[in-house]
């Protein structure tokens, strides 16, 4: 197909390499130019606007939040030039304020609108082994299917109106700041009492809690290391705060987002806020004196 | 080997089973005398007091709570009368306070004792896959370590101090719990926006939280079937409030296990203390009005 | 002086007929019309735009929020049209990031800046007792401060930085959120014991807790009438949240505060929006089935 | 009147010059002589046990918590041998469930109970300016009423049931608890703005917020001086830990209160259970990292 991406950050810049592979043709762009052109190596087509790469059979986007998807493809019109019949994937972490917005702008000038955020870190992307949530219309999605199929492990589908998938990717990554913090409590009341945070962790991630978000955050905090940040704690700062407003636009209340928010806020006050976020742990420890 | 078994709850019931099928000779006591019956028909020998099922080799107790153990072992005087050189492993899920005094009660005595809490329910203990804490000094651990290998699947040692094991158990009900209110308030918040708690669960738990917890109690969320019990609401607030009582020990503040007992409090105000502990997760529905 | 006044809500109205009542002259501009005429029969002069009040010694505006004050001074392109060497004093309460934007654009123009929130419901605006937080360049408050001294009982300066005088109407707002949410949950507590609420308020706020703040409130949670509304709940959601954003601005969590927004939002889900915020009071006892 | 107090301590021995001071013959018993010493100094009957003051036309009792009075009470068989028609009024802060057990062990042996604990630090007991807040049954009330006169400034009755004086105590001590965790998180937020704790707590303990607990503890936040303690910390973690206690005796969440025992506990942990427990207020500047 020949397709637009915008946005090439670890993430973007990944699923562009497989895309490629895949044999579909890729107009790029990024707000700066270095990554574009190291996707030029591998066959993409750098383009100077963001205008300019969406166009084409689809246009792929994964902009790092709120301000960027505005500010890219809002404010600069791009949206009012884009040829009708055109489909937009959104995979962006967004909050579900901007995704009804878009999901309203596009269909007013005619361009299919899906929402398609992931769960997976840059090395499942570049494993094409993202799960892929997506919403939207059942045509559109059609259009993009092909190319979630090259990007991701499993596509998602969660029905017709795009915050739905917006919502979904929030809500698993409240539930994984949650495991996070359960277990930064868990392992400080264990230490309290003579059980390395180790210890815990290797009999609960091996038996009733032996899944991904469980293993990978618990040996960060049993072995203590947080740095180099897979993801920032000031981003999953950012992404529980969309959550609760995600809540209150509903009159959800969220009081275990809540406490999360207050603890990333705890984290960042003392300096980790470019930590990985699995860093939420050293909140309990301090709380508690062992810090 | 000659051993006593204390408590024949649901749990205590399967695990003499386990323990006559392997060729032990099991003398066997209850509060109640129905399933010491019961028992009598596959090889156990009912006893009429707990002094009588506290010798020969070793001893299992799994009575119910605190208030249990205290009446059955130490208030009755059992420990008094033991042979000296016996070990007892408790298997119960009990207060650290306890645990600590039961680990002293039995030095003073010459007793030897292991604390071995475990994971699993009546099914897993049938099965003989349970997952067995166990801590306490290494000669009496390995007295009871082949009736262990019988009962359970592995088997989990965290040193010598007893009290290990019993908060390592708190921590992982703990972390069950949080597991619940986490799945309770994203399954909410997603409701609100039009995804059914099954299909927002069902991305989850077969991607980032593909573990049994969160298999095992996202299944009665997303069904909203929370009876019969396989383990009662109030006995989850009783564990979360053992765990609090540990933190309080210790000066560790747990603001999540607070959050948790709250909710439990609001549950058993709402009637639901008979329910399955995975009903928290209605608290989240109701606080949304959407109860 | 010749004054104008932006704003005439329950608040502004009052306000400016006791300036009126001091023999100031006033132009007067409301959104909608109804207000300014009400008040031209009292001697004010009602103009058509903003602009024709944002002119003369000094201008005060009394907007409802955020979004109303972006609207009518800044959108509209007001400022970039007053008189240099104007004294403008917002007395709105308005969120700590939009009271920057304020200082800085109006320095931009060189236009005087005072923010000058109040403490004080409509009846007390009308009986010239209101208290009042001011905050701006001195020579600018010494402009302004002939009107506080005819609105208020009390002014109350804490600074040059316009922002401080919000932070501390924000800051109290949170303190009265905090205070009726104790007092929900005391009289719940107490009442679960035979208790009346109004018999533990009249005995506390008679002694230790004999103020303002938990007599007004008080005697609303013990009467149980949350209706006709003095403040709006949902104005108090707004409140605390606009504390808990100017928070994350500089990294403090405030853990009670977010306690207040998610009881809040269980209020407004159970359809209390519109009642009094010490309705919030219903919600402690929701949660422990007394509801 | 010819009466009986138990417990010397700084409130029990102020309360007992008071007594003396107005005429009555008081035998006086403490668990350690010096006390009961000094007291004979100004006529008082020290005597041996707590059984020789357990007698005449009442007695009253001032013990530090639910073990003192268990140990001195309960343990010792002093209701046991007092004479039927005694009436005692226990004046300590002590949790429902005890409160409810002396009241039936009391009833069975034939002893007027009544609960009177009182609000008042020790200053205030010496002025005899407590508030003092009863419960019992009528004509028991009615004998110690004059004793009351005495001690307090005023009594507030709440009816037959001894309990429901108890949890109106602990009511009161959450509340106070409350308002300094509010002002701990209110100053924080506004030093975060460059307003000084003492500014902001000058305008709101001089308004909406004029009353004793917010000036007295506002106070030693402004000062930032926490001893010498006026009442420590420990004890106000206790006291919350009771009121949560009584509230999960009635199945009553008390979110707030959970807030404060994690507050509470997080001070311990870092040093500071032996200051007065407006050191609360440190807790939320440490999370700010203003600490």
Redesign the interface.
């Known amino acids: 197909m020949d397709i637009g991406f915008i946005g090439l950050g670890n993430m973007g810049s990944a699923m562009v390499a497989n895309l490629l592979k895949a044999g579909h043709r890729v107009r790029v762009w990024n707000r700066t130019a270095e990554a574009a052109r190291a996707l030029a190596d591998k066959g993409a087509v750098p383009v100077d606007r963001p205008h300019d790469a969406f166009g084409g059979d689809a246009v792929l986007s994964m902009l790092a939040d709120d301000r960027a998807v505005r500010a890219v493809l809002l404010d600069g019109g791009v949206l009012e030039q884009a040829p009708a019949g055109l489909v937009h994937a959104n995979m962006a972490t967004i909050s579900?304020a901007l995704a009804q917005e878009l999901a309203e702008r596009h269909a007013a000038r005619g361009i299919g609108y899906v929402a398609a955020p992931v769960?997976g870190r840059p090395p499942a992307a570049a494993a094409a082994q993202l799960?892929i949530?997506t919403a939207g219309a059942a045509d559109a999605l059609a259009r993009v299917q092909p190319l979630f199929d090259v990007l991701g492990q499993r596509t998602?589908p969660?029905?017709d109106?795009p915050?739905?998938a917006n919502?979904?990717k929030?809500?698993?990554n409240?539930?994984?700041a949650?495991?996070i913090?359960?277990?930064g409590?868990?392992?400080?009341?264990?230490a309290?009492?003579?059980?390395e945070p180790r210890?815990?962790l290797?009999?609960?991630t091996n038996?009733?809690?032996?899944?991904?978000?469980?293993k990978g955050y618990g040996e960060q905090i049993a072995s203590g290391r947080y740095e180099p940040a897979g993801f920032k704690l000031a981003l999953g700062l950012k992404d529980v705060?969309l959550?609760l407003e995600?809540?209150?636009g509903?009159?959800?209340?969220?009081?275990?987002?809540?406490?999360l928010?207050?603890?990333f806020?705890?984290s960042?006050?003392?300096?980790d806020g470019e930590k990985d976020w699995a860093a939420l742990a050293l909140v309990?420890r301090r709380?508690?004196?062992q810090g």
């Open positions: 579900v769960f799960n949530v998602w969660v029905g109106d915050v739905r919502v979904v929030l809500s698993g409240f539930m994984i949650a495991a913090e359960a277990m409590e868990a392992t400080t009341l264990a309290a009492y003579g059980v210890d815990l290797e009999i609960l038996t009733l809690f032996a899944a991904p978000a469980y705060r959550a995600a809540g209150e509903r009159s959800v209340p969220l009081p275990l987002g809540s406490l928010r207050d603890g806020l705890d960042i006050a003392h300096g309990a709380r508690a004196g």
